[in-house]
């Protein structure tokens, strides 16, 4: 028996119920220069509180081959507590297998892959000014005291609270090694309908419109085909997952859509005419409209990006070229499950 399956009913535990293990991370902090009143963001030696699965509670949850930043990687997930996890790739299980987990978290670098379990702050949190620069190199551990001579700590307290829930509600420690919360891989439309790739969810992530849920390659394909591609797939589901997982990807599509509409047309709203304004607070409550309606209110907000992206005639509008795009046009036939094609790109004559 694999270290995964079970007999008789499956294990649970709640990722809470898992014991700890400490272990150090550098992470970044915003301090001010006692001697200059400057803002500075510095790195720091942390130790923080990792869960551990040492009874293997962790169960498969499938494995995929992804477009990967370099090429195509594997990714394996886990499930625990209802919560999804891949395993990291390419940390040394066994040397130390925790070297590192401030990319993971985002504090070192504003661009690592896809393992943002924490925003990256632009802003100082001290003093609200813009960062641009910081140090990686530590320059002493969290609570030494020579540090505190030379800098005003009093936000880090705040900030190594911060960082220890997020880690601990977002990684696991398993015998294969440190997973990190993530969700499913999407299939992404390349430009030009040439291609349907599936993507690490970060990635994923920059393309909202292009990207469909794992269960949803026909939908992928035939958008790329709305396009007037000839789409050749990339990646691939090796071991599909035991049960599915509810698909967020026409959510995302929607309030991306929506919000490009809402912050467009902002200050044109004197300009509307009364039937588009009412369309532009649908965009504007997007999410609570499909929180409240689900699958009616998600093609209510649909239609209400796609109306204020045309005119009367049902070209695109003057005002909208180079906010409406043919693979707008398509996610949103797709989703209300139309057949005609996408809307040109640029306005009617």
């Known amino acids: 028996m694999t270290q995964h399956e079970t007999v008789g009913m499956p294990r649970s535990t709640a990722l809470s119920d898992l014991p700890l293990v400490s ?32 009874e293997g509670h962790v169960e498969d949850a499938g494995s995929f081959q992804v477009d990967d930043f370099d090429g195509r990687s594997r990714l394996n997930y886990l499930r625990l507590d209802g919560g999804l996890y891949a395993l990291r790739h390419g940390l040394d299980r066994w040397q130390k297998p925790f070297l590192g987990l401030a990319r993971e978290l985002d504090v070192l670098d504003g661009f690592t892959e ?6 990256f702050a632009t802003r100082h949190g001290v003093t609200g000014a813009k960062i641009n620069s910081w140090t990686t190199t530590p320059a002493g551990r969290v609570g030494d005291p020579y540090l505190e001579t030379i800098y005003d700590m009093s936000a880090v307290p705040a900030r190594m609270a911060e960082l220890r829930e997020v880690i601990a509600r977002n990684t696991v420690l398993t015998a294969e090694g440190l997973a ?5 891989p999407s299939w992404v439309v390349g430009d030009g309908g040439e291609s349907v790739e599936l993507t690490r969810p970060a990635r994923a992530d920059t393309s909202p419109v292009r990207a469909f849920g794992i269960d949803r390659l026909d939908d992928a394909l035939e958008m790329a085909r709305r396009m007037g591609g000839n789409p050749a797939v990339g990646g691939r589901v090796i071991v599909a997952p035991d049960r599915a997982e509810p698909d967020d990807s026409a959510r995302r599509a929607a309030i991306h859509l929506a919000d490009d509409m809402r912050i467009f047309l902002s200050q044109q709203l004197a300009d509307l005419d009364p039937e588009r304004v009412r369309l532009w607070h649908d965009c504007a409550n997007a999410e609570a409209i499909m929180d409240a309606m689900g699958t009616d209110g998600l093609s ?17 509008s003057a005002n909208a070229v180079g906010r409406w795009s043919g693979y707008d046009a398509a996610r949103v036939g797709i989703e209300l499950g139309e057949i005609s094609a996408p809307l040109p790109i640029g306005p009617r004559n």
Do not use: C, W
Request: aromatic share 8%; hydrophobic share 40%.
């Open 180 to 184: 990190y919360r993530t969700p499913y």
């Open 300 to 316: 209510r907000v649909f239609k209400a990006a796609r109306s204020l992206a045309v005119d009367n005639e049902g070209g695109l």
């Open 23 to 54: 272990r150090e991370v550098k992470a970044t902090f915003d301090v001010v220069g006692r001697a200059t009143g400057k803002a500075m963001r510095i790195t720091m030696h942390a130790t923080v509180g990792i869960p551990y699965d040492e």
């Open 114 to 119: 896809d393992r943002r379990l924490m925003p």
